[in-house]
């Protein structure tokens, strides 16, 4: 299809725009036009699937048959049925007299079934009938009816999607989808936004009896680069609201702004810091959560070493001296000094954890305390916490003689998480 047909299809179905994805589904529709095969157009909401359709029925034989355009999710479950295929009086509640359906008043003609994806699953089975056989039977009724209807169908959403979640029945999608057309979605068409709002504001300013809107150089980059969700009727209805609401006719990007709402503007992926919007993730930098991780991760180890501490004071007062003096290590940042009374007390004396947010010298008791210094060897430290956690249950099994109520409760969780935690240690033979 040559440039200069394109260009006479768009002039007479009032298309606007010149990119590149907009002029390959007009000539998509325009070679498929003349033939009988079923079309299925695909596209977000507003982009203008509708005017595909009529080009469909307008470049084909069937013209001057009737064309009928119907949303599929606009009509209730419980007459979709009857709106269809017709229906016989007294079929159900309210049916007074026999009614014809859109397949029987279409016949010779198009029919276009736009939000398909919301068809029931019991209207999709009528359909692929209709599809394969060209035949329907009135709801109420025995009789089988016959009907030539073109078959035109639109959807914005993923009908594969659909049929994958049991939502759409996949043999009909392959009976739909005989000529897929895509329609790009304006944020795709580039600067045919600029060429659709000058058009949509001319006629604004004709229906108001004012002058139209002009936008000044600043302000065209700005509405090119807005995502438009709403696509085509989105980019019309902010046409039609400056057109009414602006006192000046020339509008710059200052002025502009209002209108494109700030959460639809941008195309690149959200940033965390200070500009970011609110919640918890704008009130850090990137480095600001590292170190947030990093600090958390100190505090986790400092708690897990106190905990052992706390099992390990549970023990037999020389048991405990031993252990502790043999992993001694582990513990220099839980207390400023850890103290051993040699006479046989049970008293163990452990003050308060270091800040892991601020570091200070460590706070020193009395000079007359007596402090031994026990030589041990030094091993590598491992930050493990599956290690460290496998090593204090079973120490608090130990210490309990495997009765697995009193450990749970020595280590502060319930029997269950025990249980779980036994399982996940590969300790459940203990």
Known sequence: MTTQEIQSIKLRFGIIGNAPALNYAIQVAAQVAPTDMTVLITGESGSGKESFSKIIHALSPRKHGQFIAINCGAIPEGTID???????????????????????????GTIFLDEIGEMPLGTQARLLRVLENGEFIRVGSSKVQKTDVRVVAATNVNLLDRVQAGTFREDLYY?????????????????????????????????????????????????????????????????????????????D??????????????????????????????NYSERDLLYKI??????DMTDLKKMVLELASGQRPHEAQELLRQNS???????????????????????????????????????ETPVEDIPHETEEETLSLDVKEREMILKALKKHNNKRKYAAHDLGISERTLYRKLKQYDLEQV
């Open 329 to 367: 290590h582990l513990f220099s940042n839980t207390s400023a000094t850890t103290t051993f009374e040699g006479n046989g007390s049970n008293e163990y004396f452990l003050p308060a954890p270091a800040n892991p947010y601020h570091s200070e010298p460590a706070a020193s008791y009395d000079d």
């Open 82 to 108: 009857s709106e269809l295929f017709g229906h016989e009086k007294g079929s159900f509640t309210g049916a007074n007299e026999a009614r014809k359906g859109y397949f029987e008043v279409t016949n010779g």
């Open 175 to 251: 009976r739909l989808n005989t000529v897929p057309i895509t329609v790009p979605p304006l944020r795709e068409r580039g600067e045919d936004v600029y060429l659709l709002f000058r058009k949509f504001a001319s006629d604004a300013a004709e229906r108001y009896r004012t002058r139209p809107i002009i936008l000044l150089p600043d302000a065209v980059p700005v509405l090119t680069r807005f995502r438009f969700p709403g696509n085509i009727r989105q980019l019309k209805n902010i046409a039609e609201q400056m057109s009414v609401l602006e006192t000046e006719r020339d509008v």
């Open 294 to 299: 990093l600090f958390d991760m100190r505090r």
């Open 253 to 282: 990007a200052r002025r502009l702004a209002p209108y494109l709402p700030q959460d639809q503007v941008s195309r690149l992926p959200m940033l965390l810091g200070p500009g970011a919007s609110d919640g918890a993730a704008g």
